[in-house]
């Protein structure tokens, strides 16, 4: 009987999937599709559950690394590769959407974009996404690399590369690998100095987005530039 009532369980989120699409599941029925089975005495929706709650977050889950799962029982070799794996797919998946399909009309787009790229990445990454004069994305590009508590950035570096692709407008971003995503005040100067340098060429810095684990900070939402 039990193992009967497992396997019903199990198969509700592929079957809410079928019928409703992807965007119906909650994290625990996603999470759960993924790992497939759960582990002695639980089964794969309550240890999806138990998870989420252990970690806190399905970001902090999925950019987790090896060791924080030594203490987590039903978690070996086959289940981290796969956690590790969903990750990377969905970091590829907003890269590979490409260029054309970021657009400031949908800015929650351009936020969760930049999250996929800098979320995981364990030293500071400085990007800046290139606008046009209707504010289209030329292009995106991490420029500066840094290490996990701190990243030199050149003003003038990003407006030479504004001037090659002719931008007309900018979104800078980067990343605080400590998981906590409000800004220092480095972090403050820096934007300062790059938007003073971005005006005199009539490039307007429209953003600077800082991304922590699961949570970000906008200077523009802040009214900050």
Same mark, same amino acid.
């Given at each position: 009987?039990?193992?009967?009532?497992?396997?019903?369980?199990?198969?509700? *989120?592929?079957?809410?999937?079928?019928?409703?699409?992807?965007?119906?599941?909650?994290?625990?029925?996603?999470?759960?599709?993924?790992?497939?089975?759960?582990?002695?005495?639980?089964?794969?929706?309550?240890?999806?559950?138990?998870?989420?709650?252990?970690?806190?977050?399905?970001?902090?889950l999925l950019?987790?690394?090896?060791?924080?799962?030594?203490d987590v029982?039903?978690?070996?070799?086959?289940?981290?590769?796969?956690?590790?794996?969903?990750?990377?797919?969905?970091?590829?998946?907003?890269?590979?959407?490409?260029?054309?399909?970021?657009?400031?009309?949908? *800015?929650?787009?351009?936020?969760?974009?930049?999250?996929?790229?800098?979320?995981?990445?364990?030293?500071?990454?400085?990007?800046?996404?290139?606008?046009?004069?209707?504010?289209?994305?030329?292009?995106?590009?991490?420029?500066?690399?840094?290490?996990?508590?701190?990243?030199?950035?050149?003003?003038?570096?990003?407006?030479?590369?504004?001037?090659?692709?002719?931008?007309?407008?900018?979104?800078?971003?980067?990343?605080? *690998?400590?998981?906590?995503a409000e800004?220092?005040?480095?972090?403050?100067?820096?934007?300062?100095?790059?938007?003073?340098?971005?005006?005199?060429?009539?490039?307007?810095?429209?953003?600077?987005?800082?991304?922590?684990?699961?949570?970000?900070?906008?200077?523009?939402?802040?009214?900050?530039?």
């Amino acid at each position: 009987m039990d193992g009967s009532l497992k396997q019903v369980k199990v198969e509700m *989120p592929r079957e809410k999937l079928l019928k409703f699409g992807a965007s119906s599941l909650s994290d625990v029925e996603l999470l759960a599709l993924f790992l497939r089975t759960g582990r002695r005495h639980m089964n794969v929706l309550s240890f999806a559950q138990s998870l989420l709650q252990q970690f806190g977050s399905l970001s902090r889950l999925l950019s987790a690394d090896y060791s924080q799962f030594k203490d987590v029982k039903g978690i070996g070799n086959a289940k981290y590769t796969q956690l590790n794996a969903i990750a990377e797919l969905a970091r590829r998946y907003y890269y590979s959407r490409g260029v054309e399909e970021l657009t400031l009309k949908e *800015p929650d787009s351009v936020r969760e974009f930049i999250q996929s790229q800098l979320t995981t990445a364990e030293r500071e990454i400085f990007m800046v996404i290139f606008l046009d004069n209707q504010h289209r994305v030329i292009k995106h590009s991490p420029m500066f690399f840094g290490t996990l508590s701190h990243v030199e950035v050149h003003p003038r570096e990003i407006v030479r590369e504004a001037m090659k692709c002719n931008a007309a407008a900018l979104i800078l971003a980067h990343n605080h *690998p400590s998981g906590r995503a409000e800004p220092s005040k480095a972090d403050r100067v820096i934007t300062e100095r790059i938007v003073k340098a971005c005006l005199f060429m009539e490039i307007r810095v429209l953003d600077h987005l800082v991304i922590g684990r699961g949570e970000y900070v906008s200077f523009a939402e802040r009214g900050w530039i």
